[in-house]
């Protein structure tokens, strides 16, 4: 199981309607066998955003998340240190034991959905926040400036 989450799947409570569909959409966008296991990635990316992100743009993305997954977000305590996005997944594998092939599916399937919730604008927003490589996980072209 790669879940960052301390209560049990079978102890949750049910979700409300917009987080079953961000399930839906993480489960369809990962291929996915099952929603427990999009359930998996959302709350384990999600918790390691929160560890990323910190000040107007995490609160903003929070807003517009649904509440189950902007409690995960924000349950995290920002590291004053973000790390770069393939630190960040190989900080996500080693969490779990999981392959970072794995854990950057994971990513990508989870932001994916984030970014479909939070729109182009808050998300260039985040992108502009956090350190280099977080662009491509979330499907955008990681553009630098010329020298």
Do not use: N
């Amino acid at each position: 199981m790669i879940s960052d989450a301390r209560v049990p799947l079978e102890h949750q409570q049910p979700y409300g309607t917009a987080y079953e569909q961000m399930l839906e959409r993480v489960r369809y966008e990962g291929a996915y066998p099952t929603r427990e296991r999009a359930d998996e990635a959302v709350r384990l990316v999600l918790a390691g955003l929160g560890r990323q992100l910190a000040g107007d743009e995490r609160v903003d993305l929070a807003a517009c998340l649904p509440l189950e997954a902007a409690r995960v977000l924000t349950a995290q305590i920002p590291d004053p240190r973000p790390l770069t996005g393939w630190a960040f997944v190989k900080d996500l594998a080693t969490r779990t034991g999981a392959s970072l092939a794995t854990t950057r599916w994971d990513t990508g399937s989870v932001f994916s959905a984030v970014a479909a919730h939070a729109g182009p604008d808050l998300i260039t927003r985040v992108l502009s926040q956090l350190p280099t490589g977080y662009a491509l996980l979330f499907g955008r072209a990681e553009l630098t400036p010329a020298a």
